[in-house]
Structures are given as structure tokens and as C-alpha cells.
């Protein structure tokens, strides 16, 4: 049973065809993934389908009085609301049936009246089949699950990082329990063990649901239908994402036969028109010509860019280029107990540890961009780093990412920093688009080629591969791999590292004295 039909779905954003005349259905058990490269159209997508824009043209037909989830990150948080509360606002509807039943039984107190006193009874069997008196432990499952326990369920809402922000806004969705749920990036601020968490509830779920995640062992495990945006055509495939995949490079090998054939072919009935159009055969050669006139053509193949990433690096004369000693990271409170390690001049370093620990608390002190609470970095002469942060803030979100880079580099020309941004695979379109309207892979290939324009010895990589698509993801592990240096990461995506190319892998959780 379909819950959900899209049918001649056009969308162009400034001067990109997003999608053309493009239809699809979501049956009632699709667990449904959405991939393609970034800039395709994946994000606004889900925006279409929640009513946020309004499509160019087609038409999007929801099942009637269906429950829809939608993780929105922009959701208003109250300030002065603990985290606790916020969840507990996953069930106002159960709250609201509470209070009334109260109200009755109140009422029945002061007029004892059997049809009351029967109402009552009838809501009380609603909040006990909706399991409502088990509310704290759901609460305590999912926060659990989500790594919220870690943050504490009395931690004001309006005190939260942006990935700790995303967390219980995600935690909340899960909750509800809808009948259809659209996340956008739901991994994206989550560690290995949440994902693990994540991927057992969505197995489990007998709703239907569209995912967006760049995160391919993720989808593989959580879905049995891919949608594939690319080319301004959108492709449902069944089946697992390797299924899928592999399903769309038969299904292009086959499609380039027969474009190469037909091609072929007219180029062997133009030569015969130019050849006999004023002869003694032209009967024959304008009837050719009608032909190819009414010919429906194959569109011919997009060319899609792909990027070439290298990072450019400043030779240091150090073995060791970073002490950290009996080092303390926090704000007010340490995150951590005093933490010991160094970093060599050509040692990949992979840091782990549960969401919220304070990783990037971690990276930002030895960058000296927090004080330590107490103990020290020490960092070799001539030591540079290049830092890549998760977060994607801008100080001046309505630049492009060419004025972002000519503010940064007033010595270098438009032609060389257009350059740099081509190889992150940016089109000329969207170097010249402001960087609030770019979609997340767009803006992390921005600060890709902002770490390509300056000479590093040290690179800190804090989760580089949110929001980046797979082909990019492999441009930057190449790219990681032949940088002579050091390197520092932190990444969820576990697939992105392994022993091969990382020297040393650090569960922060364990550097304790």
C-alpha cells in the first residue's frame, strides 16, 4: 500500500534542473535511502515533501491522516528547559488526556455521576494501552541509546552544541513514534555505538521511512530501497544499497549500448541525407530526414565532475611536533581526567569516544582556541596547522565561497582560488552562490579548499566527512593518505579509517591516569 506518490516532480534551484518530470512511490514497509552527490537536490527533497517548498511542478500525494515524523534541526528549543522536558514534550498529546482525566475525576468529586466517572474509565484504558505510565523508562531508553545520558537529562536546552542540539531533537522524533519518518543526516553527530543503536531501531520499525545519509554502511544496514538523484532524474531501486548500486551500473551499462548505438545509427542516416538530399535519390533522403525529426533521442550522459583533493605541506624539522601533557578540557567543568599522548611528524592519529565527550573540546585546546583547564600543550618551532571543524558557521553566511576565500587570500587572483574550488568538484554556479543557500556537502567542500590554499605540517580533521558523498569521501582519504604530515581525526564513519593508513587509534575515554 502506497503511503505516498509523487508524480511529474520538476525543481530547478537558480540556474540547476534539480529533478525533470521525476515519479516515485513509498509502499507502507520501505525503509527507503536517499544518496547522490552533493548539490543533487537530496535535502530539498524532504523539504518538497514536509510542505516547506513549493515544487516548480508535479504533484505529492500523502496516505490521509497519516502520522509523518520529520527531524527538523531548526525546531525551537525553549530557553530554560532542561532536556528532560523537551522529550517529555514527545508525548503532550498523552499528557493532555491525562490532565482531562483528572479534570473528570475532579468533577466526579464534586458531582458523582456514573457517565463521568465511565469517561473517565475510557481515557484511562487509552493511556494504559498507549503505555503512557511507562514514559520515563521509553525516555531513559533512547537517551540512553542516543548517548544523552552523557549530556544529563537536567542540562538546560539552550546550553547545547550544535551536535548535542541535533541529538535530542532526534531523540524526541523517536519518541513519537510516527507512522512515517524523514531524516536528513540522523549519523551525523553520532559516535559508532549510538549508530549501532540507531540502526537496531530502525531495523525494528513498522513504519515506513526516508533517510538521507552519506553514511554507505549505515543504509546498507537500515533499508530495502534506494532513491538515486542524479542528472535530474530520480530512480527508486529495491533491495539493499549494494543491490541498488550494482542495479545502476547495469542499468547505465545497457542504457550507454544503446546510446552508442543509436547515435550510430544517425550518423549514418545524416550521412546518407547530406550525401543524396540533392540527388536523384532525394525522395529517399527527406524521407530519411522526417525520420530523424520525430526520432525520440537518448539524452546524451552527464559528465559528472569528480574531486581531486592535496593538501599542501610545510616541511618541519621536529620528530615530534605536539606534548600533551596531564592535559584538563572543559568549560567550566573538566570533560576529561588529565590526558597524555604526542603527536609525530608523520603519525595519523584517529581519536574514538562516545559523542559528546569532548573530542572536539579536545582539538580545540590544542589548537590553543580554548584554555586548558590545567596540564599543557607543548608544539614544536614552525609548527602550522590546518584545521578542518565540523560545525558550519560562517561569519558572513550571504558570501560565496570565492568572496569567502578572496577575504582570506587578498593576494591571490580569482582565476587560482576558482581553480582550487573546482577540484573539491564545485561547479561555477556554486562558487558564485552565497554559502547559507549551498547544501552541507557543498559548504564542507568550501573548507576543503580553504586547507587546499595553505601550507600545513599538522592537519586536525574534526567528523570531515559529515554531509561530504561517497566520491568526495574517497578524494579526501586519498588525499589524507599521501599527506606527508601528521594527521588527527575524528570521525564516526569508521568505514572512512582503518589500520592500513592510521598509525595509531585513541579512545579518548581510556587516557586516564
Not at 362 to 383: E, F, S, Y
Amino acid at each position: 500500500m502506497s503511503v505516498l506518490t509523487l508524480t511529474g516532480l520538476s525543481q530547478r534551484f537558480l540556474d540547476k534542473q534539480l529533478y525533470q518530470d521525476a515519479s516515485f512511490q513509498v509502499n507502507q514497509a520501505d525503509h527507503l535511502g536517499v544518496v547522490g552527490q552533493n548539490g543533487v537536490g537530496k535535502s530539498t527533497l524532504i523539504k518538497i515533501l514536509t510542505g516547506g517548498l513549493e515544487p516548480d511542478a508535479g504533484k505529492v500525494v500523502w496516505q490521509k491522516h497519516l502520522h509523518i515524523g520529520y527531524l527538523d534541526q531548526y525546531v525551537n528549543l525553549h530557553p530554560g528547559q532542561t532536556v528532560g522536558e523537551f522529550l517529555h514534550t514527545a508525548f503532550a498529546a498523552l499528557y493532555a488526556k491525562e490532565a482531562k482525566m483528572n479534570q473528570i475525576y475532579a468533577d466526579y468529586a464534586e458531582n458523582p455521576d456514573d457517565e463521568l466517572l465511565s469517561k473517565a474509565g475510557t481515557i484511562q484504558e487509552e493511556l494504559e494501552a498507549a503505555e503512557f505510565y511507562d514514559v520515563d523508562t521509553k525516555i531513559d531508553t533512547v537517551a540512553t541509546g542516543l548517548g544523552l545520558d552523557a549530556i544529563g537529562l537536567d542540562h538546560p536546552v539552550d546550553a547545547l552544541s550544535g551536535g548535542q542540539r541535533s541529538k535530542i531533537i532526534l531523540a524526541k522524533l523517536l519518541l513519537e513514534k510516527p507512522d512515517m519518518l524523514l531524516l536528513d543526516e540522523p549519523t551525523n553527530y553520532l559516535d559508532v555505538s549510538h549508530i549501532a543503536w540507531l540502526t537496531d531501531w530502525l531495523q525494528s520499525f513498522e513504519g515506513a521511512f526516508i533517510v538521507i545519509s552519506h553514511d554507505y554502511d549505515f543504509l546498507e544496514n537500515v533499508t530495502n530501497a534506494i532513491l538515486d538523484i542524479e542528472f535530474g532524474q530520480i530512480t527508486k531501486y529495491t533491495g539493499s544499497l549494494h543491490q541498488a548500486m550494482r542495479q545502476k551500473e547495469a542499468d547505465h551499462e545497457t542504457y550507454m549500448k544503446a546510446y552508442a548505438k543509436q547515435q550510430a545509427q544517425i550518423q549514418k542516416q545524416e550521412a546518407f541525407i547530406r550525401r543524396f538530399k540533392a540527388g536523384t535519390r532525394s525522395t529517399a533522403a527527406r524521407s530519411r530526414e522526417k525520420q530523424l525529426a520525430h526520432l525520440e533521442r537518448l539524452t546524451p550522459p552527464g559528465n559528472r565532475a569528480h574531486a581531486h583533493l592535496a593538501f599542501p605541506y610545510q616541511e618541519v624539522q621536529s620528530q615530534v611536533l605536539v606534548y600533551v601533557n596531564d592535559l584538563v578540557v572543559g568549560y567550566d567543568q573538566p570533560l576529561l581526567a588529565p590526558i597524555n599522548f604526542s603527536i609525530a611528524k608523520d603519525e595519523v592519529i584517529a581519536l574514538s569516544g562516545f559523542n559528546g565527550i569532548g573530542k572536539s573540546t579536545l582539538l580545540k585546546t590544542i589548537l590553543g582556541q580554548l584554555p586548558a583547564l590545567g596540564g599543557d600543550v607543548a608544539i614544536a618551532d614552525n609548527v602550522v596547522f590546518g584545521y578542518f571543524e565540523q560545525e558550519l558557521d560562517w561569519a558572513i553566511p550571504k558570501q560565496t565561497p570565492l568572496q569567502y576565500l578572496m577575504g582570506k587570500y587578498p593576494a591571490l587572483s580569482q582565476r587560482p582560488l576558482r581553480q582550487v574550488l573546482a577540484r573539491t568538484a564545485l561547479t561555477r554556479e556554486e562558487m558564485d552562490k552565497p554559502l547559507q543557500m549551498l547544501s552541507g556537502g557543498e559548504q564542507s567542500k568550501v573548507k576543503l579548499a580553504d586547507l587546499m590554499l595553505t601550507p600545513s605540517n599538522i592537519l586536525i580533521m574534526d567528523e570531515p566527512t559529515n554531509h561530504l558523498d561517497d566520491d568526495t569521501k574517497r578524494a579526501l582519504q586519498d588525499a589524507l593518505r599521501s599527506y606527508p604530515g601528521a594527521v588527527v581525526l575524528v570521525s564516526h564513519e569508521t568505514g572512512f579509517y582503518d589500520d592500513s593508513w592510521v598509525d595509531t587509534q585513541i579512545n579518548i575515554e581510556n587516557l586516564r591516569r
